[in-house]
């Protein structure tokens, strides 16, 4: 039950991205709008009898209760079950509290339409295509990387790539010939989509893992990598490149029947890139005529985190992956809030809900992942204590989840 004073303050401090104020002889759908974008965003309160201003002017219907549930049986779908409560303070007020959504996205049905609505500020707004893509991915009815990329076709696949992990990673007893046949496979790996529009081209997790510089595509793929010699972003960086690259190297069996990488993936090319700034070299010779290197942080933990932020990512935001060295710190961004309901709580304790459950498994069956999907905790926070004497550090927005793992000495 809310105080009085709980209340008052609430007024006080004017609408928020989580409160909003309405008289209550405003329609129906009017009503509904404002459950729908609360509900679709993190949950909040809709206080009726309120003016925009804070001017509380009371309810006018006398039986305001059964009008609200009415608005959400007949006007929101899927359904919700609000809370509701009325205080006098000392007009009545109508205090109607909306738990976060876990049936996104919800939609306001009206005129034989549905219509979606999010959270901007202290406004409702109608939602774009790639915020109700995402709506879909967190209420888990849309897995984004199955989606088509348009422009593509089987042309954009490296058949090479394709070719070894059908034969030599899961030992698929019929290798496609012809591309009729390539598309059909292919189609039912998740790799290819129809476009609606009658064409056959690349999906997401198809372009990523085997396409031919996917970048020319989905700029968003890849991997911008920095260094800076001090402690933010200076002026001029030692390092900033973008990496463009399939996730998953070439490879070839030679003649003893040993696998061999005859081309990098990105997770190589981006080991190549960061290793002279990760690690520090002897001024001293050994008798072998090396110097001795230092890794300035676990090897694993890097790796790891890395490979997370590209099978976790969301890839309905047209922003990179960022990864960032400076002189006493590495910065992983990852893109996009952490998928369903996941927390770095539960990240650290292990459970485990892939956003992107065709790529990880991808990236395990040639094993850069762990086959358990558990790295952060058997790996990168173990590797960390152990090693640099330090926790990693996590930082998660509604944009970004950000790794942070402090240098060895620093």
């Known amino acids: 039950m809310m105080l009085k004073s709980e209340l008052l303050e609430m007024i006080t401090n004017g609408e928020n991205s989580g409160i909003e104020f309405k008289r209550d002889d405003i329609r129906p759908e009017q009503l509904a709008k404002e459950i729908v974008a609360l509900a679709n965003f993190q949950g909040g309160r809709i206080l009726l009898g309120v003016e925009d201003d804070g001017t509380v002017s009371g309810l006018q219907q006398p039986n305001t209760q059964e009008w609200v549930l009415n608005v959400f049986r007949d006007k929101v779908f899927p359904q919700i079950i609000p ?3 009325e205080l006098k303070i000392p007009e009545r007020v109508a205090v109607i509290t909306i738990a976060p959504g876990i049936s996104k996205p919800y939609m306001l049905k009206h005129n034989n339409r549905e219509e979606v609505y999010i959270r901007m500020g202290d406004r409702s707004e109608l939602a774009s295509r790639e915020q109700q893509l995402r709506l879909f ?3 888990g009815l849309l897995h984004v990387e199955v989606l088509p990329v348009a422009g593509t076709s089987l042309t954009d696949l490296d058949l090479e790539r394709l070719n070894y992990y059908l034969a030599g990673i899961i030992r698929d007893p ?4 012809t591309n009729a046949e390539w598309i059909e496979r292919l189609l039912g790996l998740g790799l290819m989509a129809s476009d609606g529009l009658g064409n056959t081209v690349c999906s997401i997790a198809g372009l990523l893992c085997f396409g031919i510089k996917p970048r020319r595509f989905l700029r968003q793929s890849g991997l911008r990598v920095m260094a800076f010699a001090g402690t933010d972003k200076e002026y001029q ?6 990496l463009d690259a399939p996730l998953v190297g070439r490879w070839k069996m030679d003649d003893r029947g040993k696998k061999q990488l005859v081309d990098d993936g990105l997770i190589e090319k981006f080991a190549a890139a960061i290793e002279p700034f990760i690690t520090e070299e002897s001024a001293e010779i050994d ?3 090396r110097r001795e ?3 300035l942080y676990p090897w694993e933990a890097v790796r790891e985190t890395v490979i997370n932020a590209l099978a976790h990512r969301d890839w309905t935001r047209a922003v990179d992956i ?7 710190r590495l910065e992983v961004i990852s893109p996009g809030k952490m998928q369903n309901s996941m927390t770095v709580t539960k990240m650290i304790a292990g459970q485990r809900s892939p956003r992107n459950p065709l790529m990880m498994e991808i990236l395990r069956d040639y094993a850069y992942v762990d086959s358990r999907g ?3 905790r058997t790996k990168v926070i173990p590797l960390m204590r152990q090693i640099n004497h330090s926790d990693p550090v996590f930082e998660h927005t509604e944009d970004f989840l950000k790794t942070t793992l402090y240098r060895l000495g620093g």
């Open 83 to 85: 809370f509701y409560e």
């Open 137 to 139: 991915e967190s209420g």
């Open 174 to 177: 019929e290798i496609p010939i």
């Open 237 to 242: 960086a030692r390092l900033d490149i973008v």
């Open 287 to 289: 008798q072998y005529m």
């Open 293 to 295: 290197k230092t890794w």
């Open 322 to 328: 960022e990864v960032t060295c400076y002189a006493d």
């Open 374 to 376: 558990m790295g952060v």
